[in-house]
């Protein structure tokens, strides 16, 4: 196989991307937004590449719901990503748009199949001011794939061979077999580098109140309050151009109310991940801005569990759902109605926008219709009706108005249907726990594949991940082809096939992909808004407003 320069290898370009501003997942076009350039002065950045930037004291965010851990290794939500990501990095970033593009590696090349040669950034220290080495990523990727650890990315590491230090600047990684996807996993969202020193004295207490986190990156965590917030100042140390603002502070606040109380006393500069039906009451105190940023919010009903075993109850509900209602009115139409879990934009470069559409209109369509969900009832297991639960995220009130409404229409066929909102922290915890057999799927991608809801969601050998505990050997079989597949064209088709294959199963029922919403004191700007801003070092792109 030939070899490779990093800039050529499996980069994802986003088509069709629309809305901007500031969002839970937000970004640029501009690979030098993931990738800063190396500071020219003493102190981390040139006056030449900073220009007039003023520089801002301080800024306080809202988050919509607290976190129990720094360490997305223990927990992977999204609020995670954002604060991690300011301290840690990888050895690819991502853009803004979707792309990898260089991180802690500069350059990356693939001799074979199942090969792939990092180079390594020169001059880069931690926050402590030790020295950044190939060790440090051998370390790291040891403590993900530990067993003994159980680290929650250790799926995105269940393939590979070996990882080695190779030269003082080098690593490389040896797969068991090739992986068409692998090069995502060494992006934030499957790695967060720290040192060997830091991960053998915190090993179990990382990310706690007490030990924070130990990056790269171009701020340090200085406090961390699971119930209330997250500090964090300039990191002096960094190897890109010094950030305009000094120091965040992200502050837990899951009620909405008193977010906007807070904004318009101007306790806070503005809040990040707002529902849409709540975002229109802070254009009078902010600037609200919507990003497409390609969650998808889905049911999932365990298929190894009555009555959801039974594909005709499945679709009583999906045709109960009326999912283009909840789309108009609770979203007040910042979504789309979903046809599948992976979003029409994240399909990168593997296929055009027509083939996409092409592909997700051969998926049975299950249109609201209660006289057609009445008589798929009738034809199930559970003709009489039943009563369920479903539960919801208190960071996510859209989620919990889309689940009565679906209670009110399952209750005009006979299923009476609970809604509960719990923490979410508690909603994360019950994900693949099997205690709740119908449950939300939220998920916020952090790469631009397809494949990272596929394969954790619809293969049978995800069992971790897999909540639908779907198993379907056509499915199976066309994504295990897909992630050893080398041609592009190929690796497409599979995964379009698991896509439509799934689809007539209905093992989950796809109801919105997702915008977010977010406000920011006209004070201030983000620069280069898009789906991937927040995986990375997007409090450095925050400026004055002119």
């Known amino acids: 196989m030939t070899t490779q320069s990093g800039g050529d290898v499996s980069r994802r370009r986003v088509l069709a991307l629309t809305g901007g501003g500031l969002g839970l997942l937000a970004g640029s076009g501009l690979l030098a937004a993931c990738a800063p350039k190396p500071a020219d002065d003493g102190d981390g950045g040139s006056s030449a590449a900073r220009g007039a930037d003023a520089v801002i004291d301080r800024l306080t965010l809202a988050l919509p719901s607290s976190i129990s851990t720094l360490d997305v290794g223990r927990e992977s939500g999204v609020l995670n990503y954002v604060v991690a990501t300011l301290a840690q990095e990888a050895l690819l970033s991502v853009s803004p748009t979707g792309e990898l593009g260089p991180g802690l ?6 001799p074979d199949t199942t090969t792939y040669v990092f180079t390594l950034r020169r001059g880069v220290t931690f926050s402590d001011g030790t020295a950044f080495t190939a060790d440090d990523v051998v370390a790291t990727v040891e403590e993900i794939r530990d067993p003994d ?28 077999q090739p992986d068409a996807s692998f090069l995502w996993n060494a992006s934030p969202g499957g790695m967060l580098i720290s040192s060997r020193k830091f991960l053998t004295r915190n090993r179990g207490r990382i990310g706690t109140a ?9 701020y340090r965590i200085t406090e961390f309050a699971a119930d209330d917030h997250v500090l964090l100042e300039r990191n002096p140390k960094w190897w890109g151009d010094k950030p305009a603002l000094q120091k965040l502070t992200l502050s837990f606040v899951p009620d909405s109310g008193t977010r906007l109380v807070a904004m ?5 500069d503005g809040a990040l991940g707002l529902a849409t039906d709540e975002a229109a009451s802070w254009k009078s105190a902010a600037d609200v801005t919507y990003t497409g940023d390609r969650s998808v919010v889905s049911l999932a009903f365990d298929t190894s569990k009555a ?21 108009d009115g609770i979203l007040r139409k910042k979504a789309q109605t979903a046809a599948a879990l992976p979003s029409r934009d994240m399909w990168g470069d593997l296929l055009s926008a027509a083939e996409v559409d092409k592909g997700y209109a051969a998926i049975p369509d299950v249109p609201f219709d209660l006289d057609k969900a009445r008589a798929e009832l009738a034809r199930s297991s559970a003709k009489d009706g039943f009563a369920a639960e479903l539960h919801y995220p208190n960071s996510g009130p859209q989620l919990g108005k889309a689940a009565l409404a679906l209670a009110a229409s399952l209750k005009k066929i006979g299923i009476e249907l609970k809604v509960k909102e719990i923490t979410l922290e508690q909603w994360v915890a019950e994900l693949g726990s099997g205690k709740q057999p119908l449950q939300f799927l939220w998920y916020f991608p952090v790469t631009g594949d397809p494949a990272e809801l596929l394969d954790p969601y619809l293969n049978a050998a995800s069992t971790a991940t897999n909540i639908a505990h779907y198993d379907n050997a056509d499915v199976n079989s066309a994504l295990d ?4 597949a080398t041609d592009k064209d190929e690796r497409a088709a599979l995964l379009m096939k698991a896509v439509q294959a799934a689809g007539t199963d209905l093992p989950y029922l796809p109801l919105w992909w997702a915008q977010t919403a977010s406000a920011l004191s006209d004070t201030y700007v983000l620069l280069e808004p898009g ?7 997007w ?7 002119a």
């Not at 590696?105 to 693939?110: C, I, S, Y």
């Open 149 to 176: 650890n159980g680290n929650a990315l250790s799926y995105a590491y269940a393939g590979v061979q070996s990882v080695k230090a190779t030269g003082d600047h080098e690593v490389t990684i040896t797969l068991k």
């Open 481 to 484: 082809r897909a992630k050893k």
């Open 264 to 268: 318009k006393s101007h306790e806070i």
């Open 105 to 110: 590696a500069t350059r990356w090349k693939q």
């Open 531 to 537: 789906p991937f801003a927040l995986i990375g070092p």
């Open 539 to 545: 409090a450095t792109r925050v400026r004055k407003a």
């Open 210 to 218: 007490r030990t924070l986190l130990l990056g790269t990156g171009p």
């Open 307 to 327: 009555p959801w075993n039974d594909p005709h109850v499945r679709r009583a509900v999906a045709h109960a759902a009326d999912r283009d209602g909840m789309v």
